[in-house]
């Protein structure tokens, strides 16, 4: 039932301008609309720093209900650990986007991206806010404007389409998302990786969020590039009900795998194009006696320097991972491990496997893409992670972020 699609979901608009908040002076602010409001869920970090517009982010969408009318991002500054005036400044920015749309400034959610610290310079934000609006449109080229301008250090767009039909009705979800580094999110309900996603379904913000966690799960929460979790990580999803499509019947698990289709595909492209990033690697653990067991050592894996180090030179040093996988807190017996590279065997029985072939790994390592799959050979647990290697360029890109 559900399809790939090009097609924007009805009821929104899109925007972006340049505030001069970027050193470069490329567009910095984006605006999204949907005229009448729109029913909101959204999953932050579960960093215990967060960012002025998470706080705020928070605050509004409890005091509405989950009612959201714009979306308001600036990129460059991530208005965080900058005390109640960066409260203050999120605040200033969202009562300004209020007074052009006539909504309670509730209805605004914000988001910032950039360098931590920093006063936001809230002024640049507010003046630029009236030509945001000026220019909004509903075509592919003002989503498509609206996506570039939250992007920092990140070098390709980010979005994603799906949609499906129920009874001669279409329903559109469009996705956008920036992040390249600063990538090890951990998603709670109450994600530096910003998402926004947008579809013309019906559906109640309390429906919007169970569907919303599901498939952030096996998507953002299962990709790092680096394994620091940013202060302002966010996954915001509105739907405007403009389809006249309600979130019942076949309509749950159509959307249900649209949903799905877009984040992974949105979460797949941020681990792609990762800072530095020359391969992507995907770990399939399975054979573990929960799922959260198996993500447990995907993740252990996925952050560790020694095996991120070795995937750049594309070194199948095996012991590294079995290493990492005994550190991740799950008990396991060697005995019953299985390890291939590539869909060639490295390890097995408690040791190297006997027709490893160091040669073969080496070239398969050598591809932009690969999988790593280990078999703990003792449940029915599983998990996907998407994950990269950690380069010099990663090195260079953060070793003077700042200056």
């Known amino acids: 039932m559900s399809t790939s699609s090009n097609s924007l979901p009805l009821g929104f608009r899109w925007s972006s301008v340049k505030a001069g908040i970027k ?34 982010g928070r605050r509004h969408l409890a005091a509405t209900g989950g009612r959201v009318s714009a979306v308001l991002v600036n990129a460059g500054n991530a208005n965080c650990a900058t005390g109640e005036p960066g409260i203050d400044a999120c605040r200033k920015s969202c009562i300004a986007v209020a007074d052009q749309f006539g909504c309670v400034f509730d209805e605004i959610f914000p988001s910032s991206t950039g360098i931590i610290g920093v006063p936001l310079p809230v002024e640049k934000l507010i003046t630029a806010i009236p030509t945001a609006k000026a220019v ?22 980010k979005v ?54 599901s498939a952030v799960e096996g998507s953002f929460n299962s990709i790092s590039i680096d394994g620091d979790m940013s202060t302002n990580d966010t996954v915001l999803l509105l739907a405007s009900g403009k389809s006249e499509v309600a979130a ?27 800072e530095g990033v020359t391969h992507v690697v995907t770990l399939e653990i399975t054979g573990t006696r929960t799922g959260a067991d198996a993500k447990a050592i995907a993740r252990t894996i996925a952050t560790s320097p020694l095996c991120k180090t070795a995937w750049s030179s ?3 040093n095996w012991g590294r991972l079995l290493a990492a996988a005994g550190r991740a807190g799950v008990a396991f017996d060697p005995a019953t491990v299985t390890v291939t590279i590539g869909g060639l065997p490295v390890f097995a029985n408690g040791t190297r496997a006997t027709s490893f072939d160091e040669d073969a790994t080496h070239a398969a390592m050598g591809e932009r893409e690969y999988t790593i799959h280990i078999d703990l050979g003792q449940g029915d647990g599983k998990s996907k992670f998407i994950t990269c290697d950690l380069t010099h360029e990663y090195v260079s890109i953060n070793a003077d972020y700042s200056t």
């Open 160 to 213: 994603a389409h799906a949609s499906f039909e129920v009874e001669g009705r279409t329903v559109n979800l469009f996705g956008c998302a920036k992040g390249a580094g600063m990538i090890g999110p951990q998603l709670i309900p109450h994600a530096t990786m910003l998402v926004y996603l947008f579809t013309d379904l019906s559906a109640c913000s309390e429906h919007l969020a169970a569907m919303l966690l």
């Open 23 to 56: 050193a470069s002076g490329k567009p910095d602010v984006a605006l999204a609309v949907c005229d009448g409001g729109a029913n909101a869920a959204a999953l932050f970090t579960s960093n215990q720093l967060v960012a002025a517009p998470v706080i705020v």
């Open 314 to 316: 594309a070194d199948p």
């Open 248 to 274: 019942q019947g076949l309509a749950v698990p159509a959307f249900e795998a649209a949903l799905q289709s877009v984040c992974g595909s949105l979460a797949h492209a941020i681990v792609d194009d990762g």
């Open 136 to 157: 909004l449109g509903d075509t592919p080229e003002h989503a498509e404007a609206f996506a570039t301008a939250i992007l920092t250090t990140d070098t390709k767009l």
